[in-house]
């Protein structure tokens, strides 16, 4: 069974930073595509980042220059370093993991579209 632990998140102020981390399990292919979606209350569920097993990397407009994703191979950890944190990023951000993180944006953060995800974490920023 595939597990994806999170882990970090919390409440912060504006111009603060956050640190999020995803331990994967149980995966029965190599090298997942792991990365971090965020969905709000009325708002369909975003990708904010992925990282393949390359380094490879992608970054939603809205976060870049802010967020960067990085990963330990050895643990099949990824994080998710979050800085200058605005309002706007407030969420709950999910890990996710399969073969390939295809989309962009979902209706609602879960399978089937992507096999894998975390049971999700609360980021909150005030203004």
């Known amino acids: 069974e595939v597990r994806l632990v999170e882990s970090g998140g919390g409440s912060v102020q504006a111009g603060g930073s956050l640190r999020l981390a995803c331990t994967g399990s149980?995966?029965?292919?190599?090298?997942?595509?792991m990365g971090w979606y965020r969905q709000s209350h009325g708002t369909e569920c975003d990708l904010v980042s992925s990282?393949?097993?390359?380094?490879?990397?992608e970054y939603a407009d809205s976060v870049k220059g802010r967020l960067t994703i990085y990963r330990d191979n050895a643990k099949n950890t990824v994080y998710l370093e979050m800085n200058n944190l605005k309002p706007e990023d407030k969420a709950q951000y999910y890990c996710?993991?399969?073969?390939?993180?295809?989309?962009?944006?979902?209706?609602?953060?879960?399978?089937?579209?992507?096999?894998?995800w975390g049971k999700g974490i609360l980021v909150t920023v005030s203004s």
């Open positions: 149980g995966f029965t292919f190599d090298d997942p595509h």
């Open positions: 996710a993991a399969d073969r390939l993180l295809g989309v962009e944006s979902i209706a609602s953060c879960g399978p089937p579209i992507i096999s894998y």
């Open positions: 990282i393949r097993s390359d380094g490879t990397t």
